[in-house]
């Protein structure tokens, strides 16, 4: 699933080569990832982009009224924001010459590991992008609004963990309002935005930390030590990310990854192997050296198959 630093790459990415071009077309292929109605679909048609914002995870594609230059004022009302969530099997595909075949809409996703087409969107010199989504549990959401805070998600998420507002006092007040696991805390979305399943296992190995470390149970010197883990991991992704275009973003997320991801690899810092622990939609991992005092975290997975 992008998250916070991959988001990010592609809204500045969307930014530069889509703000003042025009939609000439939006072509919706997967019918159950539209979310709204009104405004529909096709009200983006002859507006001029005007900027891309991000929100968590969210990506939000700015267009004002038809005839609006792309660097005038709008009226509040003008705009609309095409908003979308990539979730896990999502991408977003920009194409300098984006095809013009007609799109059919469907009702039914397509399957396995080949990637469906979502939502196509061509600007006026012929470039575009496609929202496609692999995999059988399609979870990709489209929102054409007024305001992004017509969008459930987006009107609840926490703070941006890369703002100025996110401090070490901050978090500790969030890990003291809920005694949870460490882990938990950081994917929230309502509690801290942006960051996800990878980057929160980055996050606490840099922070030399357990996932299953209850939040109440932090020291102050410990609940900095993952604030700072949290901007020198994201703020590093994000630069390693700026710049790449779309294309590029998911091998440069890989290889730039600690521990997420690279199960029985030597752990970067102390030459350990990488442990994972198995849940029923997604893994962790971790190092037991660094992380856990030498302790190898039951693996609920392989504890089920023991009983």
């Not at 998250?3 to 592609?10: H, R």
């Not at 575009?128 to 990709?140: N, V, Y």
């Not at 990488?274 to 660094?290: G, I, K, N, W």
Request: aromatic share 4%; hydrophobic share 40%.
């Amino acid at each position: 699933m992008p998250e916070l630093p991959e988001v990010e790459a592609l809204v500045r990415f969307l930014d530069d080569r889509a703000t003042g071009r025009t939609v000439v077309a939006a072509d919706v292929a997967q019918i159950a990832a539209l979310k709204t109605f009104d405004p529909p679909v096709t009200a983006l048609v002859g507006r001029t982009v005007t900027g891309a914002r991000r929100h968590g995870k969210w990506l939000d594609l700015v267009l004002g009224a038809p005839g609006q230059p792309a660097a005038g004022p709008a009226p509040a009302d003008a705009e609309l924001h095409l908003v979308f969530h990539l979730a896990r099997g999502g991408w977003l595909r920009w194409s300098e010459k984006s095809p013009t075949t007609p799109v059919r809409p469907r009702l039914g996703g397509g399957g396995g590991k080949v990637a469906a087409l979502a939502l196509r969107v061509r600007l006026d010199d012929g470039s575009g992008f496609d929202l496609t989504e692999a995999g059988t549990r399609k979870r990709l959401a489209v929102h054409v609004v007024r305001d992004p805070a017509e969008v459930p998600a987006v009107a609840t998420l926490g703070v941006e963990p890369l703002d100025v507002t996110f401090t070490t006092d901050v978090l500790a007040g969030l890990m003291a309002a809920r005694n949870q696991q460490v882990k938990g805390l950081l994917r929230d979305q309502s509690s801290i935005a942006g960051i996800g399943n990878a980057y929160s296992d980055d996050i606490l190995h840099a922070a030399r930390t357990s996932p299953f470390k209850l939040t109440r149970s932090f020291t102050p010197d410990e609940v900095a030590r993952v604030h700072a883990a949290v901007g020198e991991v994201l703020a590093g992704a994000v630069a390693a990310a700026s710049g790449r275009p779309a294309a590029e973003l998911k091998d440069a997320k890989r290889s730039g990854m600690r521990v997420h991801g690279r199960t029985g690899q030597p752990c970067p810092v102390c030459g350990d192997v990488v442990r994972e622990v198995s849940f029923a939609d997604r893994s962790l991992q971790y190092c037991a050296t660094c992380q856990t005092g030498g302790q190898v975290l039951a693996d609920r997975r392989l504890s089920r198959l023991l009983r």
